[in-house]
């Protein structure tokens, strides 16, 4: 059974970092590209960055550009994404979902976890 | 305000159907045969539905099906159950550049 386990979250500042961490089980995480998607609260989806399985393609929203970084260890089975330069409009659930940025086909979903920036 | 635009809300009776839209632009919707529908239960993740516009992942019921016309995708909800009240979100592939864009979400009512 696909499991994704998200962990990380909480309450920052603006201009701070968080790291979330992505955690996989039930596939061979190695061979598929993962994605984070966020959901600003009672507002709707958005593809925030995707990391290919040989680490070699990565693609960021233009939101996020320059102040998120995706990265994955596939020998701990673990996505991460690194945020800097928090703002509010930052805040969110964090999602990770495996699937296939070419075909906008997220998979399979992990049950998020809440980042919020606030002074 | 999202790059693909759905209706704020939808909604049936048991037993009918109900068709949500998703309009975008011939740089994401009708450019591709990439739209996928996700059904989000309040605090729950989204679950894939619909993807590459007509397709059904294994599990999903057969009252679930997408089509698309020109620049519009649609979902129908078919024999409307109680249990599919939820909100839908479309998404498409949108080239290169943008890569990925969603609706903002239409909130289906079983009446």
């Known amino acids: 059974e696909v499991q994704l386990l998200e962990s990380g979250g909480g309450l920052v500042q603006p201009g701070e970092s968080l790291r979330l961490s992505c955690a996989a089980s039930?596939?061979?995480?190695?061979?598929?590209?993962m994605n984070w998607v966020r959901q600003a609260p009672g507002k709707g989806l958005e593809w925030v960055s995707s990391?290919?399985?040989?680490?070699?393609?990565?693609y960021y929203a233009d939101s996020v550009k320059g102040r998120f970084t995706i990265s994955r260890d596939n020998s701990k089975n673990t996505l991460y994404l690194q945020m800097s330069s928090l703002r509010a409009e930052d805040t969110a659930v964090y999602y990770c979902?495996?699937?296939?940025?070419?075909?906008?086909?997220?998979?399979?979903w992990g049950q998020g976890t809440l980042v919020s920036v606030s002074s | 305000q999202s790059a693909l635009t759905q209706p704020p809300s939808a909604s049936g009776s048991p037993g009918q159907s109900v068709t949500i839209s998703c309009t975008g632009t011939?740089?994401?919707?009708?450019?591709?045969?990439?739209v996928s529908w996700y059904q989000q239960h309040p605090g729950k993740a989204p679950k894939v539905m619909i993807y590459?516009?007509?397709k059904r992942p294994s599990g999903v019921p057969d009252r679930f099906s997408g089509s698309k016309s020109g620049n519009t995708a649609s979902l129908t909800v078919s024999g409307l159950q109680a249990e599919d009240e939820a909100d839908y979100y479309c998404?498409?592939?949108?080239?290169?550049?943008?890569?990925?864009?969603f609706g903002g979400g239409t909130k289906l009512t079983v009446l």
């Open positions: 990391i290919s399985g040989d680490v070699a393609t990565i």
């Open positions: 998404s498409s592939y949108a080239g290169s550049n943008t890569l990925v864009v």
């Open positions: 590459e516009v007509s």
């Open positions: 039930g596939f061979t995480f190695s061979t598929y590209t």
């Open positions: 011939s740089s994401d919707v009708g450019g591709y045969n990439y």
């Open positions: 979902a495996r699937g296939s940025i070419s075909k906008a086909y997220f998979v399979y």
